[in-house]
């Protein structure tokens, strides 16, 4: 009987150290330096939280006295991201070099890699979207198909083939699954639940202010599907079923205009969010098209960007980073910006409004 007490103790004690030297969270900026988007001595819109780059940043860095009784333990790299979809405090991130996911549980600190074989394989996952009952949805331009998967990751059906499309973007909205095709320079909508295609936008003889030349990105509203053109400079605004409407942005190097336009988010107010990876910025425009401002910039360190590729919004998850958020300010709601080069591969910011 003393012994188990003995036993149980140790336990106890061991559990506590675990809890203690297991502090983690996502980086903050050095010297927690309050960075914020527009600059003095305008008001600020957007603070920069929290980045994270490996497995440490979510689980924390184990004690001495841990790495002497358990080991140390290598970090686990975010190497090349994409994609990226946050659903109940999880994130998923598209990793074009692991040919997976990093899946990073932000209320349980714990970071993995979501590599599946067989039917599952991936090869190059680009995009990513997880629907409310909990599906996962992989877009991969290198098996020319969209992947499916349950609510525990098990495999279930894949849309399209290399005959078919090269899909870049995936979501679902209304039991539908709409898709940007490379391969056929269009949107192509599914059903949700038989995966029959529907219909594809725009039309092959479509003019030229309509057709998609390069989709890479889509976003679909309550009455509008945004596509970022990369081929034409350009974001493409259409009805849901699939009449052009009007398009934001041109080429060029001024404010307003792209180089080359990848990920794209709407907010709740109808704010257009367009990530440029060669301006290494996201610029935000207005329901009509109007740039309001500009936020990150080529890297000098936390809170810029280095080739970024995709911008989400998040509304669900601002108690995770409240923490983060400058006592003058009012967190309105979270912005998420993956980098696919530099050391901080995914940045955390916050619309913020003074108090």
């Known amino acids: 009987m003393i012994r188990n007490r003995f036993a149980t103790l ?42 994270f ?44 070099i692991v040919a997976g996911l990093e899946i990073i549980d932000l209320k349980r600190k714990t970071f993995r890699y979501f590599k599946p074989r067989g039917l599952g394989l991936l090869r190059k996952p680009i995009n990513c979207y997880v629907d409310g009952k909990g599906y996962l949805y992989v877009a991969d331009t290198g098996r020319q198909q969209v992947v499916i998967y349950d609510d525990q990751l098990g495999y279930v059906n894949s ?27 269009k ?5 949700a639940f038989t995966h029959e295609l529907l219909n594809s936008f725009p039309e092959a003889d479509a003019d030229t202010a309509a057709r998609l030349f390069s989709p890479t990105n889509l976003y679909v509203t309550r009455d509008r599907v945004y596509v970022s053109d990369i081929g034409d400079f350009k974001v493409k605004i259409y009805t849901r079923d699939g009449k052009f409407v009007r ?20 907010d709740r107010d109808g704010n257009l969010y367009v990530v440029d990876a060669a301006f290494e910025n996201v610029q935000i ?12 910039g080529p890297y000098e360190g936390p809170g810029y960007m280095w080739l970024p590729a995709k911008v989400v919004i998040d509304y669900d998850n601002l108690e995770l980073f409240r923490k983060f958020v400058d006592k003058r300010f009012r967190l309105k709601y979270l912005i998420f910006v993956t980098n696919q080069y530099g050391p901080d591969k995914v940045n955390v910011y916050g619309f913020v409004e003074p108090r």
């Open 10 to 51: 140790l336990l106890g004690i061991f559990g506590f150290l675990l809890m203690v030297a297991t502090r983690v969270g996502a980086q903050t900026s050095p010297g927690n330096e309050v960075i914020v988007f527009p600059p003095p001595p305008d008001t600020a819109r957007i603070q920069f939280l929290a980045r």
């Open 53 to 96: 780059s490996e497995s440490t940043d979510i689980t924390g860095r184990r004690s001495g006295f841990l790495a002497y009784i358990l080991g140390k333990q290598a970090p686990k790299p975010i190497i090349k991201p994409y994609g990226l979809a946050i659903r109940h405090g999880v994130v998923y991130i598209c990793d074009t």
């Open 285 to 296: 425009f207005d329901r009509d098209g109007h740039l309001l401002m500009p936020f990150g």
């Open 187 to 191: 949107v192509r909508v599914y059903h």
């Open 159 to 185: 849309i399209g083939g290399p005959a078919e499309m090269k899909p870049t973007d995936v979501q679902v909205v209304d039991n539908k699954i709409w898709v940007t095709d490379l391969k056929s320079h």
């Open 247 to 266: 398009s934001v942005g041109s080429y060029g190097r001024g404010l307003g205009q792209f180089a080359r336009p990848k990920g794209i988010a709407v």
